[in-house]
């Protein structure tokens, strides 16, 4: 069974009906990155930058950050590298003084995309570093906690000024750096038109869209299904997301951990995902299920996921999806 798996880690992530399936790697550390480059990831799709940040009492300078950003690049050697922007708040264990330490509610509070832009030196910063690590290989910017689309705007328009600012200096950065959204907030996942011609692509951040869209802290054992994507209202959403994306011809993928549960996969291929950023640990077991499945056959079934009313009927759903044993 190990072995099996394990050779699947030279096959295409190819459905039976020959679609192919981007599945992008999510990493936060060298290994991370040595094993999505040696598991054939398509790329990584979301680099998380704060433990560049956290457990450590001074902020990393643009040249320690600019060393680390490269250096996954040239890991990949190629392959396209998602970087996330600091995605840092309250919620997290911050030492260096960034996060307000005391907010009343940190899910809600100054973190991510908000946080960046309130601290406009320690972003630019950041910015500078991963836009000079474009110099060296495919490179794409990803933004956290986006809520609507000044936040989106505010963002293009620094990181152009930034790109002015360093071609100024001489550094050589890469002609194109795509910019991305994610959609963890329910505001943006319902506004996502507003602003999706403002963006490369997008990246769903499920984690944090079950969390907002069904109020349930992710953190919080108590809750037990409370929190869990599979409620009809987070379907009907990431439904609505993956089209409109689709339809605007964005690339769009699922970067939180449903994308890594392969028994969820045939449910995400039939909304009409195609791109899936998931740990390395979790690749080949969904790139096993994507194998096992037909893609028209599972579209033709969307329509009867979406009518399903509860989270039983959902896992009934699930239940009659083709099993991916190899
Ligand atoms: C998410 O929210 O789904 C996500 C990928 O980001 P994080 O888990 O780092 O909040
Ligand atoms: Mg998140």
């Known amino acids: 069974e190990r072995k099996q798996l394990h050779r699947l880690r030279r096959e295409p992530s190819r459905t039976l009906d020959g679609v192919d399936i981007r599945l992008w790697a999510n990493a936060e550390s060298r290994e991370d990155v040595t094993s999505a480059h040696a598991l054939g990831a398509a790329g990584v799709g979301l680099y998380r930058t704060e433990f560049l940040f956290l ?16 250096d996954v690049v040239l890991g990949m050697t190629g392959r396209a590298v998602t970087i996330r922007t600091m995605d840092i708040g309250a919620d997290k264990a911050d030492r260096t003084g960034l996060a307000l330490s005391d907010e009343p509610n940190p899910a809600l509070g100054l973190r991510g995309v908000r946080l960046s832009l309130a601290r406009a030196d320690v972003f630019e910063t950041q910015l500078r570093a991963i836009l000079r690590a474009s110099g060296y290989g495919p490179l ?6 986006i809520s609507g689309r ?12 930034i790109a002015r600012d360093l071609r100024s200096e001489g550094h050589e950065i890469a002609e194109h750096v795509p910019f991305g959204a994610m959609i963890e907030v329910p505001a943006a996942a319902l506004a996502l038109p507003c602003f999706i011609g403002d963006v490369d692509f997008i990246s769903i951040g499920t984690n944090d869209l079950t969390q907002y869209l069904l109020a349930a802290d992710r953190g919080n054992d108590a809750l037990g299904e409370l929190y869990s994507p599979l409620h009809p209202a987070m379907l009907r959403l990431l439904h609505q997301v993956i089209r409109t994306a ?3 011809g964005k690339p769009v ?3 939180g951990e449903m994308a890594g549960d392969a028994l969820l996969t045939p449910l995400l291929l039939a909304l009409g995902l195609e791109e899936f950023s998931l740990h390395p640990a979790t690749m080949l077991e969904v790139r096993r ?4 499945q037909r893609l028209d056959a ?5 329509s009867a996921l979406l009518r399903c009313r509860d989270r039983e009927a959902i896992l009934r759903w699930l239940q009659r999806v083709p099993p991916a044993a190899s």
Do not use: K, N
């Open 55 to 70: 457990q450590r009492s001074e902020l990393p300078d643009e040249e320690e950050q600019f060393r680390a950003y490269r």
């Open 140 to 145: 794409r910017v990803l933004v956290p906690m």
């Open 150 to 161: 000044e936040e989106v705007v505010a963002v293009a328009s620094l990181l152009r000024r």
């Open 246 to 248: 689709r339809t605007r």
């Open 253 to 255: 993928a699922v970067c």
């Open 289 to 292: 299920a994507v194998r096992a």
């Open 298 to 302: 599972l579209r033709a079934s969307a």
